[in-house]
T-cell receptor, first 115, second 113 residues
Framework: AQSVTQPDIHITVSEGASLELRCNYS??????LFWYVQSPGQGLQLLLKYFSGDTLVQGIKGFEAEFKRSQSSFNLRKPSVHWSDAAEYFCAVGPYTSGTYKYIFGTGTRLKVLA | EAQVTQNPRYLITVTGKKLTVTCSQNMNHEYMSWYRQDPGLGLRQIYYSMNVEVTDKGDVPEGYKVSRKEKRNFPLILESPSPNQTSLYFC????????????FGPGTRLTVL
């Protein structure tokens, strides 16, 4: 069955430190992969997406992610975290290729940034 | 301004009292979807619609109904709400094709007593 796993529920980093959020997926075909950010009390905003081509994807707000097919991973990275990056981050995969058009989200990673 | 709007933003109701959460988008998107967000479970898709009069179940459709009579609107109906439907609900829309970005509404926080 298709699934998305975000193994880290909470992550705390200091401002200016680098960040990596992990995402692993299980999918029967070449996936479309997404990272969304949800600031407190807000809806979700797309950070970046991968469909094909270059496996290193650049997104907004200085984020990037790398697709590694051999590891079934799509980890999100940022070289230097800002206090405003404190939020919850969701990895998602979709749509299914089995005649449906569903999306699956991970359970999220909540990022805390220390001043 | 391109946006997805949801109403109401907050709702407290009682078990069994039918309610509708509205969703509207002004981007002429074909695809619309409803999700619920619960702590520790992330977002789970309830229903989606590929176009007018075309709807299909997501992963957690039990207890919900939807309709798509107009392209811009996709209401979520809870005919007999129960406490386990207390959640944060998001509507989203996107243009056709799997590569397109989903745009999310601001969310509706529902409490069923």
């Amino acid at each position: 069955a298709q699934s998305v796993t975000q193994p880290d529920i909470h992550i705390t980093v200091s401002e200016g430190a680098s960040l990596e959020l992990r995402c692993n997926y299980s999918y029967g075909a070449t996936p479309y992969l997404f990272w969304y950010v949800q600031s407190p009390g807000q809806g979700l905003q797309l950070l970046l997406k991968y469909f094909s081509g270059d496996t290193l994807v650049q997104g907004i707000k200085g984020f990037e992610a790398e697709f590694k097919r051999s590891q079934s991973s799509f980890n999100l990275r940022k070289p230097s975290v800002h206090w405003s990056d404190a939020a919850e981050y969701f990895c998602a995969v979709g749509p299914y290729t089995s005649g449906t058009y569903k999306y699956i989200f991970g359970t999220g990673t909540r990022l805390k940034v220390l001043a | 301004e391109a946006q997805v709007t949801q109403n109401p933003r907050y709702l407290i109701t009682v078990t069994g009292k039918k309610l509708t959460v509205t969703c509207s988008q002004n981007m002429n998107h074909e695809y619309m979807s409803w999700y619920r967000q619960d702590p520790g479970l992330g977002l789970r898709q309830i229903y989606y619609s590929m176009n007018v009069e075309v709807t299909d179940k997501g992963d957690v459709p039990e207890g919900y109904k939807v309709s798509r009579k107009e392209k811009r609107n996709f209401p979520l109906i809870l005919e007999s709400p129960s406490p386990n439907q207390t959640s944060l609900y998001f509507c989203a829309s996107k243009d056709g094709g799997g590569t397109d970005t989903q745009y999310f509404g601001p969310g509706t926080r529902l409490t069923v007593l």
